[in-house]
């Protein structure tokens, strides 16, 4: 049995830790007296180098020692938490998910250490010996041992494979001289039989024989206690070998329970049957960790389903059979309800993305030297985890320009009568189906004015335009690409790498970004996001002989006109549209299809926006509404104009989906 079975296990239990201890250092600035929170970064970063050790990291294991060190310093009132501890610990936690993230991504883990493991030993002043002595206190060597909850874990799925869990308690004789050779033999047996999970103490305590004449192990395997026992007893100069069966992980987790935060009320009712223990076990069951490649290969197949279901309902409608129209129906309102079960189980939080950016505000924060206090509202709200994984960067983006351009210097926000602690928001919620995030300050706002005069310098837009622009579309102009108002070159602006690349994402996940600015009271960002990027609701309609989809989400409605309806101003077709006139644009004409010759007497009209943008798409007919698979046009078809995407129909027949933002824009 390989460690490499629990590699998943460990990178997300890893990533739940560092998160638990980051947070925890964050709330501990803010109340530096509370010793909850040292008790839980104590117990995320002790689990952490418990997996560590056991995945043979050593370098993770190592800085999480270190930082455990310390740790038990503050929480024993020999350590005051302070902002240079902090600072250490926090950059100690960003090397810890470097590191992380390189075993993630099929590395060994390894990193330069030793300069933030000095940094923690001299705040500290923690020697050498100190470490030692800590791990030789931590466990014992006698008793049954303290098992973490990767540890936990692990023996668990072993038990459940039908494999063996021993405490093995391994006595040396007395006058044993070459110890650390009888351990090597030792171990050397059991790596042979199983899996050594946990060894007390440490495995580098032992190979230097820094130990009296016994060591524990917690050990896997599919050989039976008396077989195990036989082998070991083979190498010479073994006093003893004293093997107990590890049953239950619950166990463990209730001894352990009892001898720390058992009240009297708890320990008088220890006897009787808790009825709320097992609702809590059974709770606990109904949580299971699934791949996500799996889930992937779960809609691969439901799209699939999806596109015979349109097939289905085709043939009932064309047959008009009751019996057929009946089934076929019924299938369909179940395949919805799959549809939504599937949808849900790919949904995470997007608190995933949310809990990099306190670190971030703080640590930008010092480095512009401002006093801003980062908001979080709506972590819990939930988006599909292909958007998810895509989010991140345009937030940074966003959240970086907020802190840079958007809140002032601490006294030029007192001489406007401010607070001197600048506010940013970062906000999620549902509306319909899409998912809005907001980032909001309460700085300078867009300052329009300098704004222009930049796009005009940098020719983004002409003198003629620029007269024409609304307060709405100047502030877009920072969307421009290329487009920056920063006055000097620095780290975070000014490098012509500007929001750009947000708008450009954004889009590309088929959302929207809109901006809100008042000058002197602060900027608002809002990002609209689909709900999942797999299964979209189209209109189809015909252009010529070819059937095209656009997206239900950009369309504000639809409508026929008669041609004396469309005026032409200054060389482009409008239409009159709610007390404005709205360019309309032919698809016909924009996809080259060819024309059937005929000219109608009336147009249909397909009324689409992007931001305050409307446009109207012409095309020949309109079909209906649909659920349809939204499939990519593969490598070779990257960058085809106005189409996003393709689908197939219940007919069999490929439907091209418009990217409507490209047309307006």
């Known amino acids: 049995m390989e460690t490499n079975q629990y590699l998943g296990i460990f990178i997300d239990e890893s990533n739940e830790n560092l998160q638990k201890v980051n947070d925890g250092l964050l709330d501990l600035e803010k109340d530096p007296t509370n010793m909850e929170h040292i008790e839980v970064i104590f117990r995320a970063a002790h689990t952490l180098k418990g997996m560590s050790a056991t995945m043979g990291y050593e370098d993770l294991t190592t800085l999480t020692h270190q930082m455990e060190d310390v740790l038990d310093l503050v929480r024993n009132g020999e350590l005051a938490v302070s902002a240079q501890l902090l600072d250490i610990l926090l950059n100690a936690v960003e090397k810890l998910e470097e590191m992380v993230g390189d075993i993630s991504a099929g590395g060994d883990g390894e990193s330069t250490i030793q300069p933030i493991l000095s940094q923690l030993k001299a705040i500290g002043e923690i020697e050498e010996s100190a470490d030692e002595a800590v791990t030789s206190t931590e466990d014992g060597v006698n008793g049954q041992l303290t098992l973490d909850s990767f540890e936990e874990t692990v023996i668990s799925?072993?038990?459940?494979?039908?494999?063996?869990?021993?405490?093995?308690?391994i006595q040396l004789t007395d006058d044993c001289l070459l110890k650390a050779a009888r351990v090597y033999m030792v171990f050397g047996i059991l790596e042979k039989e199983g899996e050594v999970?946990?060894?007390?103490?440490?495995?580098?305590?032992?190979?230097?024989?820094?130990?009296?004449?016994?060591?524990?192990?917690?050990?896997?395997?599919?050989?039976?206690?008396?077989?195990?026992?036989?082998?070991?007893?083979?190498?010479?100069?073994?006093?003893?070998?004293?093997?107990?069966?590890?049953?239950?992980?619950?166990?463990?987790?209730?001894t352990d329970n009892k001898e720390m935060d058992r009240t009297p009320r708890e320990q008088a009712s220890k006897e009787a049957p808790n009825n709320s223990d097992k609702k809590r076990k059974q709770s606990a069951n109904k949580t299971i960790r699934v791949n996500i490649d799996r889930l992937d290969a779960l809609m691969n197949l439901f799209e699939e389903l999806v596109i015979d279901r349109g097939?289905?309902?085709?043939?009932?409608?064309?047959?008009?059979?009751?019996?057929?129209?009946?089934?076929?129906?019924?299938?369909?309102?179940?395949?919805?309800?799959?549809?939504?079960?599937?949808?849900?189980?790919?949904?995470?939080p997007i608190e995933q993305v949310f809990n990099r950016f306190p670190r971030m505000v703080r640590q930008l924060a010092r480095e512009l030297q401002k006093d801003i206090q980062l908001?979080?509202?709506?972590?819990?709200?939930?988006?599909?985890?292909?958007?998810?994984?895509?989010?991140?960067?345009?937030?940074?983006?966003?959240?970086?320009?907020?802190?840079?351009?958007?809140?002032?210097?601490?006294?030029?926000?007192?001489?406007?009568?401010?607070?001197?602690?600048?506010?940013?928001?970062?906000?999620?919620?549902?509306?319909?189906?899409?998912?809005?995030?907001?980032?909001?300050?309460?700085?300078?706002?867009?300052?329009?004015?300098?704004?222009l005069n930049k796009?005009?310098?940098?020719?983004?837009?002409?003198?003629?335009?620029?007269?024409?622009?609304?307060?709405r579309q100047i502030d877009e102009l920072i969307l421009a690409s290329g487009f920056?108002?920063?006055?000097?070159?620095?780290?975070?602006?000014?490098?012509?790498?500007?929001?750009?690349?947000?708008?450009n994402t954004i889009e590309s996940l088929g959302g929207t970004i809109e901006i809100a600015s008042e000058e002197g009271k602060g900027t608002t960002f809002t990002i609209q996001l689909p709900l999942t990027l797999s299964i979209i609701s189209v209109m189809l309609s015909t252009v010529g002989s070819e059937t095209y989809a656009v997206p239900l989400s950009t369309i504000i409605e639809?409508?026929?006109?008669?041609?004396?309806?469309?005026?032409?101003?200054?060389?482009?077709?409008?239409?009159?549209?709610?007390?404005s006139v709205i360019p309309l644009i032919f698809l016909r004409e924009v996809l080259d299809v060819p024309d059937s010759n005929n000219a109608p007497?009336?147009?249909?009209?397909?009324?689409?926006?992007?931001?305050?943008?409307?446009?109207?798409?012409?095309?020949?007919?309109?079909?209906?509404?649909?659920?349809?698979?939204?499939?990519n046009l593969g490598n070779y078809l990257t960058s085809i104009f106005a189409i996003s995407g393709a689908t197939i129909l219940g007919d069999g027949e490929v439907a091209l989906i418009i990217d409507t933002h490209s047309l307006i824009k």
């Open 157 to 169: 799925q072993a038990n459940s494979e039908g494999l063996h869990t021993y405490q093995l308690t």
């Open 197 to 254: 999970i946990k060894s007390v103490p440490s495995v580098e305590t032992l190979e230097s024989e820094e130990f009296d004449h016994q060591f524990d192990v917690v050990f896997v395997t599919s050989v039976n206690e008396k077989e195990l026992k036989d082998k070991i007893m083979k190498v010479s100069e073994i006093k003893q070998v004293n093997i107990q069966p590890i049953k239950s992980v619950n166990d463990h987790e209730e």
């Open 311 to 348: 097939r289905l309902e085709q043939i009932a409608s064309e047959m008009e059979h009751s019996d057929l129209t009946e089934t076929v129906g019924r299938m369909s309102r179940i395949s919805g309800d799959l549809q939504s079960i599937i949808l849900t189980m790919r949904m995470v």
């Open 375 to 451: 908001d979080i509202e709506g972590a819990e709200t939930e988006l599909d985890r292909t958007v998810i994984d895509e989010i991140g960067d345009p937030l940074v983006h966003l959240i970086r320009n907020s802190l840079d351009h958007g809140i002032e210097m601490p006294e030029v926000r007192e001489k406007n009568g401010k607070n001197r602690q600048g506010h940013v928001l970062l906000k999620a919620y549902h509306s319909g189906n899409h998912v809005y995030v907001e980032i909001s300050d309460d700085g300078q706002g867009i300052n329009r004015e300098k704004v």
């Open 455 to 471: 796009a005009l310098e940098n020719q983004v837009v002409t003198p003629e335009q620029a007269n024409q622009l609304s307060d």
């Open 484 to 503: 920056s108002t920063a006055d000097e070159v620095s780290d975070l602006s000014g490098r012509g790498v500007g929001l750009d690349v947000v708008k």
């Open 558 to 579: 639809t409508a026929i006109i008669n041609q004396d309806e469309i005026v032409t101003i200054q060389g482009q077709k409008m239409m009159h549209f709610k007390e």
């Open 601 to 631: 007497d009336k147009e249909s009209v397909i009324i689409v926006r992007k931001g305050e943008q409307v446009a109207g798409l012409v095309v020949d007919s309109l079909i209906g509404q649909q659920e349809v698979v939204l499939k």
